[in-house]
């Protein structure tokens, strides 16, 4: 890649290409770097008939702490509307792909990060894990992403933690649907590989046939939503509340 740093690795076992997340310094959150990369490697991979299946996981300290505040402060409103509707089209993209995608979550998923591993199609977590939307608190809506939640946990569920009124443990996840496997903390990576491994053994027209049968239900009206909550987010933007938040991220 010709970025400044290097925002995106990706790496071949076998028949499973691994995505790794590496802006380590500001937590593997998204900027306009990492989000047109992991894009650019998730359109390759799936064109390449010797990947089977794709991981996607976050180098230290954990998988992704969601939009870089301090990037998207910087931009105007507009600017960052864009912004998060590219970060809504990521998403998108990993729904509708042929091959099945695989999170490896450690430590923390939050905010856009958490959408981003709710958008694969296999969730893996170690087990100190940490999952939370803190948008709201922020003083807006959480901007792309809530048809996979959705999809996962149900409208009312969902809403619940868009509210942001506690974070989840891995345990709670798997339990109301945003993680599927729990493992040991250091482990996520190893257990996302070897499921990886699994579905890439399997015959892969009837992969791709069941991964396009159910995104067609998983992901109805998901560009929609996404719309309307980009545009309820950039109205959130203009208020106090997120104004003051976006003000101590530029100071920064």
């Known amino acids: 890649m010709s970025n400044e740093e290097t925002t995106v690795s990706v790496e071949k076992r076998d028949g499973v290409a691994i995505i790794t ?3 380590s310094a500001r937590r593997n959150s998204m900027d306009r770097s990492l989000v047109d990369g992991v894009k650019a490697a998730l359109l390759e991979l799936d064109r390449n008939d010797e990947v089977g299946a794709i991981v996607l ?3 230290a300290p954990g998988f992704c702490a969601g939009s870089d505040l301090k990037f998207i402060s910087r931009l105007e409103l507009e600017a960052m509307g864009r912004f998060e509707q590219e970060c809504g089209d ?4 990993m729904g509708y792909l ?20 709710t958008s694969c199609d296999v969730v893996v977590a170690g087990r100190s ?4 939307l ?24 969902a809403r619940l933690l868009c ?9 709670d996840a798997r339990i109301i649907g945003v993680v599927d496997y729990c493992c040991e903390d250091g482990e996520a990576l190893t257990r996302a590989i070897e499921i990886a491994n699994k579905l890439a053994q399997l015959p892969r027209p009837a992969v791709r046939a069941t991964k396009r049968f159910f995104s067609n239900y998983l992901m109805e009206e998901a560009e929609t939503m996404d719309f309307e909550a980009n545009r309820l987010f950039l109205e959130n933007c203009r208020e106090t509340s997120a104004q003051a938040t976006f003000e101590k991220f530029r100071q920064r």
Do not use: D
């Open 90 to 93: 990521l998403g998108r993209l």
């Open 129 to 132: 894990s940490v999952f939370s």
């Open 21 to 23: 997340l590496q802006r």
């Open 134 to 157: 803190p948008e709201v608190p922020h003083g807006w809506l959480t901007p792309w992403g809530i048809r996979s939640l959705v999809a996962r946990v149900g409208l009312v569920k």
């Open 57 to 59: 996981a976050g180098a």
């Open 163 to 171: 509210f942001c009124l506690e974070a989840l443990n891995c345990e």
């Open 98 to 117: 042929a091959k099945p995608v695989v999170a490896a979550v450690e430590k923390f998923a939050i905010g856009g990060g958490l959408t981003l591993a």
